[in-house]
């Protein structure tokens, strides 16, 4: 059974904050992905990793960076918060056939 | 790069009767295409696919069909019941090269059984 997990669920931070958004599966799985969701704009791509070290920009990456260091692992870092951030964030992996998602995160940037 | 649009955006329905979403993708190089149950408060989760070299997917009251041509697809719930209240989202997606999987979402449907 795969399972993609993130390291919050619920997040507070202040504006200017630098925060980490960290996600884990435990499939082995090269792809993963970081979207943000918002009401009424389904689920947007922020950034994507097919292999370790390795990066694409998705459809809305200002004002983020990622990191991949490890096959398993893929952060979601903003460097420096602002209240249009606020957001649940989703992370997912993708194998073979399928793409599963994590619990996601819903940031509060005040 | 891919543009995936998704209607209605809302759609209430009674109990028992069908619901149908309609997609229609932008890349003919699009060959897989997903749907996804969202439930409030949990993660999207696959319902049911459909690759481009078949034209109707059945899987108990889900559904799903594709017209290569013109570039739509749709999924349809027959007998709906309450536990079919959701968000639900198409996706589309090509098959090659790097970033292979990278799918492209809908921007969602909310869907409302009423009992």
């Known amino acids: 059974d795969v399972k993609v997990t993130q390291s919050s669920r619920y997040l507070v931070k202040r504006t200017g904050e630098k925060v980490f958004l960290e996600c884990v599966q435990d499939?082995?799985?090269?792809?993963m992905f970081w979207y943000r969701q918002d009401p009424g704009l389904g689920l947007r791509l922020i950034y994507f990793s097919y292999d370790v070290k390795m990066k694409e920009k998705g459809d809305i990456p200002e004002g983020y960076s990622v990191s991949r260091e490890k096959k398993e692992r893929f952060s979601l870092i903003l460097e420096s918060a602002s209240t249009n951030q606020t957001s649940m964030y989703l992370c997912?992996?993708?194998?073979?056939?399928?793409?599963?998602f994590g619990p996601g995160t819903r940031l509060t940037v005040l | 790069g891919e543009n995936v649009e998704q209607h209605p955006s809302t759609l209430s329905v009674q109990e028992g009767d069908s619901a149908v979403i309609k997609c229609t993708y932008s890349d003919s190089a699009s060959n897989y295409f997903p749907w996804y149950k969202q439930e409030l408060g949990k993660r999207p989760q696959l319902i049911i696919d459909?690759?481009?070299?078949?034209g109707e997917k059945k899987d108990q009251r889900i559904a799903v069909t594709l017209n290569k041509t013109a570039k739509h697809f749709s999924l349809h719930i027959t007998e709906t019941q309450p536990e079919d209240s959701a968000v639900y989202f198409c996706a589309a997606r090509k098959s090659s090269g790097a970033g292979s999987y990278q799918l492209t979402f809908g921007k969602g449907t909310k869907l409302s059984v009423i009992p």
């Open positions: 459909i690759r481009s070299n078949v």
């Open positions: 499939m082995d799985h090269e792809n």
């Open positions: 997912a992996s993708h194998g073979p056939v399928e793409q599963f």
